[in-house]
């Protein structure tokens, strides 16, 4: 009984250890109670399980989670975050919070689980460790820590060897997707909950991607990660960089001198017959992080006046001092790529500043 990862309980903030599945404490029941909910068994293949509704005390009561590191020997949960459990509860208790998504549990012997055909009614006991968590640790321990109650779909397996627990352990985090981060970031506007930076980088992507005179037409791609294109989390990753440079501004603004700036940036890159690179994403982020550096020079020199012929007679002398194996290749860093053009853009200068000055 020494070993066991710790895991949050309400009120006083203490700890309390998880015991060992297989300890014999474990099948002596506190209360004795006796959990009987509505449940429908489903059969998939050669698999039956049952699904069904518990509230979360019951499952904060009934639900264990053994780890790696808590045993080497059977165990196969990751460590729990307790940071992700926190925030779970957060989001329960904004009181729009929703997680409708089931855990998936698998009944120990302890359990004495029984299910009734003729009424579809499941019976277990109400003692710690009935369960362990094949799929869901997080949101049970986070629904735990939560001020309010709430129902939980679950799905509970029966009689599964522990090779069973731990193949469907690896089935269900091995064959399920997760949604692609540039899916979320395109449809979190329908949600109406975008931060008003989020809304520019949205609306400045939607304009690079729509404008016909935009620099990146055909280029960018909206709510998944494609091969050749430049997405939305790259887009938006580099554009963050350089928020500082845009204050106050507003989306049409930011493309108005941003896309002149990049239009000059492909004619650069097309010197050395590399304008396809443009969608690499350290050269791209390397060349937005320049974009400063280059467009102070053109508001000196041109009074503000952020257009292609302006930008162009500053970046072009930059991109002919380039040698095209200084462009970026798989795997680069672009702070590396940035400093190294930016040491360039300073030393051109530099030299033509003593030549004509």
């Known amino acids: ?39 429908l068994l489903v ?9 069904t ?8 009561a009934t639900c264990a989670a053994e780890t790696r590191q808590e045993n080497p020997i059977d165990g196969f949960q990751r460590l729990l975050d307790e940071r992700r459990a926190r925030e779970i509860a957060d989001y329960i208790d904004s009181g729009f919070g ?24 499941l019976r277990f006991r109400k003692v710690a460790r009935s369960f362990l968590i094949i799929d869901g640790q997080h949101r049970i321990f986070g629904f735990n820590l939560a001020k309010r109650r709430v129902n939980v779909p679950v799905v509970i397996y029966n009689k599964l060897t522990r090779a069973q627990e731990c193949q ?8 399920q997707r997760p949604v692609p981060p540039e899916l979320l970031l395109d449809i979190r506007r329908l949600s109406e909950s975008e931060t008003e930076a989020e809304a520019l980088l949205h609306n400045v992507f939607d304009l690079f991607c729509s404008r016909d005179d935009s620099a990146l ?23 963050k960089a350089i928020d500082g440079t845009f204050v106050e501004a507003g989306p049409l603004d930011v493309y108005r001198v941003l896309n ?28 937005l992080l320049l974009f400063p550096d280059i467009a102070e020079r053109v508001s000196e020199r041109f009074n503000g006046v952020y257009t292609l012929a302006n930008f162009e007679a500053l970046s072009q002398p930059f991109f002919r001092r380039l040698k095209k194996n200084e462009l970026p290749k798989p795997g680069a860093g672009h702070l590396a790529l940035y400093e190294h053009f930016r040491k360039t853009l300073a030393a051109g200068f530099a030299l033509k500043l003593w030549l004509f000055g």
Do not use: W
């Open 1 to 39: 009984m020494g070993r066991g990862q710790t895991v949050p309980t309400k009120g006083s903030g203490r700890r309390t250890p998880r015991p060992d599945v297989n300890s014999a404490e474990s099948a002596a029941p506190p209360d004795g109670g006796i959990v009987a909910e509505t449940a």
């Open 43 to 51: 059969t998939q293949g050669e698999h039956r399980f049952y699904s």
């Open 53 to 60: 509704v518990l509230p979360s005390d019951v499952l904060a």
């Open 98 to 121: 929703s997680a409708p998504s089931a855990v998936i549990l698998s009944a120990q012997p302890g359990a004495g689980l029984q299910y009734d055909d003729a009424s579809r009614t």
């Open 168 to 175: 469907l352990f690896m089935d269900v985090n091995t064959k």
């Open 217 to 239: 037409k055909g280029l960018l791609s909206p709510s998944e990660r494609r091969k050749g294109m430049i997405s939305r989390v790259t887009f938006n990753a580099a554009l």
């Open 260 to 287: 002149p700036y990049l239009r000059a940036c492909v004619a650069g890159l097309k010197l050395h017959e590399a304008e396809a690179n443009i969608v690499n994403p350290a050269l791209f982020k390397a060349l």
